[in-house]
């Protein structure tokens, strides 16, 4: 998978908006991104995904840069419970697209 | 409810003392993994499996051995357990899908291993 650079960490109020930004300049065309995030004591869990378009779900909304080479994760209302870390890993189609590598990600803490 | 279930959660052994680590999931998804976390490193895989009968490394496979006879099960043996296999150990499932890039995986909760 290509190399992903996010933030160590951030911090958000409660109840704020979080943008989590992502860096991938040597993403392929093929390249989907893909957002995880894991809670304290917890594995990680699936937030979102996209190729091209913006993207949106109950958990968050991804915007994807025109280029590709970056995007970023939106957390619309930060609660305590979104405190994690959040990955940010491009997967690749076809072969050897099932290895998904995990970057340090950045850590989320949301003050209340 | 739709899920990927390990055990032990944890477990404490010694040095050369054969374990295994067990994963279930009740999703029949074809692809399963097993990723060890450990501080500074992040999430590494160590194998993964495509289907039934069907296993390959990942990044980090010393010392360690999996094997998927049935669909919903992917095993982790150690065969002989060394203090550097100290971690937190996670089993992960998805489909198989066409476009394979949009794969989503489901985790389960974590095996924390300790070996002295």
């Known amino acids: 998978d290509a190399k992903t650079t996010q933030p160590n960490s951030m911090e958000s109020n409660e109840e704020e908006p979080v943008h989590l930004p992502c860096n991938h300049s040597t993403i392929s065309g093929t390249d989907y991104i893909h957002w995880y995030r894991q809670l304290p004591s917890q594995g990680p869990e699936y937030v979102i995904h996209g190729l091209t378009s913006n993207v949106n779900n109950r958990m968050a909304s991804l915007a994807i840069a025109e280029d590709r080479k970056s995007s970023t994760l939106i957390l619309h209302r930060a609660t305590l419970r979104d405190a994690a870390v959040y990955y940010c890993i491009l997967k690749t189609t076809g072969a050897g697209s099932y290895q998904l590598t995990f970057g340090k990600g950045t850590k989320l803490s949301v003050i209340p | 409810e739709a899920q990927v279930t390990q055990n032990p959660r944890y477990l404490i052994t010694v040095t050369g003392k054969k374990l295994t680590v067990t994963c279930s999931q009740n999703?029949?998804?074809?692809?399963m993994s097993w990723y060890r976390q450990d501080p500074g490193l992040g999430l590494r895989q160590i194998y993964y499996?495509?289907?039934?009968?069907?296993?390959d490394k990942g990044d980090v496979p010393e010392g360690y051995k999996v094997s998927r006879k049935e669909k919903r099960n992917f095993p982790l043996i150690l065969e002989s357990p060394s203090p550097n296999q100290t971690s937190l150990y996670f089993c992960?499932?998805?489909?198989?899908?066409?476009?394979?890039?949009?794969?989503?995986?489901?985790f389960g909760a974590g095996s924390r291993l300790t070996v002295l």
């Open positions: 499996s495509m289907n039934v009968e069907v296993t």
């Open positions: 999703m029949n998804h074809e692809y």
């Open positions: 992960a499932s998805s489909f198989l899908q066409g476009t394979s890039g949009a794969n989503v995986l489901t």
